[in-house]
């Protein structure tokens, strides 16, 4: 083989690698129970809106008595351990013997709300011994709202083993993803009052600067367009006067004021015994 031709051979070898190698690499994620085809647009909304939880780990110790301890470990349409490549999303281990068992499995998941929760089941866990008539083990997250947190307070409710089929185990934790989006408490009326008052006072401060500081005004023609202005609050006061007057124009007055004419002379004599003699 010429040189060129092994240097290619080598070249796809080295790629063929690197894809397999990321396809190993890349973690499973959700599958939510049935074909693709029938999943609903409100699971896939939901479990990408769970999507931010993906690369946290949570886990409870749980004791039963002094023989009985166990440590549960959960993630979010993750496997808990992806070199075994069980598909475990929620796994029991025993710290007495190290036993581990799988409650639920990502790829059949359910996911379903209300409006300030979520709850996320994974089915398909490993069977039951002697309970449950041997089904399989499930695991119900609930997931409720709490703003201003990420994921917290993770924990086992129960563990419902006493029935002939249908068992399962509850858990609940705490997320902001939960929540509805908040409205905002600001009506359009509102947000049009904050921008015009927003723009005139840009229109008044930059007027004033640049009429301070280019043009060199000094006081009122400071501000912005003063000439304009004025002449509009006068044109305005003249409109109001034409439109709002009740009397025609040429109209006298209702009261008249008393003029120097209309007082007239006081006599002399009025006050002439009043001098002395």
């Known amino acids: 083989m010429s040189s060129p031709c092994h240097t290619s051979a080598l070249l796809l070898v080295f790629m063929a690698l690197a894809v397999a ?8 994620s959700c599958d939510v129970i049935g074909d693709e085809s029938s999943e609903s647009q409100m699971e896939r909304a939901l479990l990408k ?3 931010p939880l993906s690369h946290m780990r949570f886990n409870v110790t749980v004791e039963k008595g002094k023989t009985e ?19 475990g999303g929620l796994v029991q281990t025993d ?13 059949e998941t359910q996911v379903f709300n209300g409006s300030d929760w979520i709850m996320l089941i994974y089915k398909g866990g490993d069977s039951y ?7 399989k083990r499930r695991a119900v997250i609930m997931i409720s709202c709490k703003r201003g947190v990420t994921a917290s307070s993770f924990s086992i409710i129960s563990e419902e083993r006493e029935k002939e089929q249908e068992c399962f185990y509850l858990f609940e934790m705490d997320s902001s993803v939960a929540c509805p989006a908040e409205n905002s408490h600001l009506s359009v009326g509102s947000i049009l009052l904050i921008t015009v008052a927003s723009l005139i006072a840009v229109y008044i401060i930059g007027g004033f600067l640049y009429q301070r500081l280019v043009v060199g005004a000094k006081g009122m023609e400071q501000f912005p367009h003063f000439a304009f202005w004025q002449d509009l609050g006068n ?12 009397k025609p124009r040429n109209a006298p007055a209702a009261y008249r004021g008393v003029g120097d004419d209309q007082l007239g002379e006081e006599s002399e004599e009025r006050d002439d015994h009043l001098l002395p003699m």
């Open 49 to 51: 809106k769970l999507e």
């Open 69 to 87: 301890s166990y440590v549960y470990q959960f993630r979010v349409c993750r496997e808990v351990n992806s070199t075994s490549h069980d598909y």
């Open 21 to 28: 190698g990321a396809e190993q690499s890349e973690e499973r």
């Open 129 to 135: 011994g002697t309970h449950c008539s041997g089904e």
């Open 235 to 246: 044109l305005v006061a003249d409109g109001c006067d034409f439109v709002c007057r009740s």
């Open 95 to 107: 710290r007495q013997n190290g036993k581990t068992t799988v409650i639920g499995r990502i790829n």
